[in-house]
T-cell receptor
Framework: GDSVTQMEGPVTLSEEAFLTINCTYT??????LFWYVQYPGEGLQLLLK?????DKGSNKGFEATYRKETTSFHLEKGSVQVSDSAVYFC???????????FGSGTRLQVQP | EAGVTQFPSHSVIEKGQTVTLRCDPI?????LYWYRRVMGKEIKFLLH????????ESGMPNNRFLAERTGGTYSTLKVQPAELEDSGVYFC????????????FGPGTRLTVL
């Protein structure tokens, strides 16, 4: 079945540091890939997405590239801010399905 | 426009008791989903409604869980009787279209079973 594996947290960074959160996946079809973010006390929000190989999703300074050859979708940001502190979830939606398959989440803590 | 709302935000019950979680989707959204995150692990799909019909309930863990969406508006998820392993955060999401980019999630209900 489908699965998503992402690096365990927490990840603690200083403000303006470079961020990478690794995500790899297993899927039977041709999935779309997503990053969701959950800020404290809020629901999950879609951060970015990519629907096919080599697509790059980007939003709010975050980027992730759909790498079919390595089955990866790593999240990156060049300079994190304190306001980026949240839990980040990698997810996929496989062909013909409407349910999302999520990873276990990575908590990011950015210190001033 | 109001987002997806869930009630209660937190529930603490004892093993063997019954709890009912409620989700109010965004008005006009035909698709409603339940997910849960147990013990800090991955968020897992439970089921999907299209209007009042269960489209996919493949993620429901066992028959102690009952989901309803009478009238195709709000949904309830009842756990009866609750077990310790049911503790976690239960998320609801809604969408008008089928794509993941159109799903809006609620803040979740944190369920603690003692």
């Amino acid at each position: 079945g489908d699965s998503v594996t992402q690096m365990e947290g927490p990840v603690t960074l200083s403000e303006e540091a470079f961020l990478t959160i690794n995500c790899t996946y297993t899927a039977t079809g041709y999935p779309s890939l997503f990053w969701y973010v959950q800020y404290p006390g809020e629901g999950l929000q879609l951060l970015l997405k990519a629907t096919k190989a080599d697509d790059k999703g980007s939003n709010k300074g975050f980027e992730a590239t759909y790498r079919k050859e390595t089955t990866s979708f790593h999240l990156e940001k060049g300079s994190v801010q304190v306001s980026d502190s949240a839990v980040y979830f990698c997810a996929l939606m496989d062909t013909g399905r409407r349910a999302l398959t999520f990873g276990s989440g990575t908590r990011l803590q950015v210190q001033p | 426009e109001a987002g997806v709302t869930q009630f209660p935000s937190h529930s603490v019950i004892e093993k063997g008791q019954t709890v009912t979680l409620r989700c109010d989707p965004i008005s006009g959204h035909d698709n409603l989903y339940w997910y849960r995150r147990v013990m800090g692990k991955e968020i897992k799909f439970l089921l999907h409604f299209v209007k009042e019909s269960k489209q996919d309930e493949s993620g429901m863990p066992n028959n102690r869980f009952l989901a309803e969406r009478t009238g195709g508006t709000y949904s309830t998820l009842k756990v009866q009787p609750a077990e310790l392993e049911d503790s976690g955060v239960y998320f609801c999401a809604s969408s008008q279209g089928p794509g993941a980019s159109s799903k809006f999630f609620g803040p979740g209900t944190r369920l603690t079973v003692l």
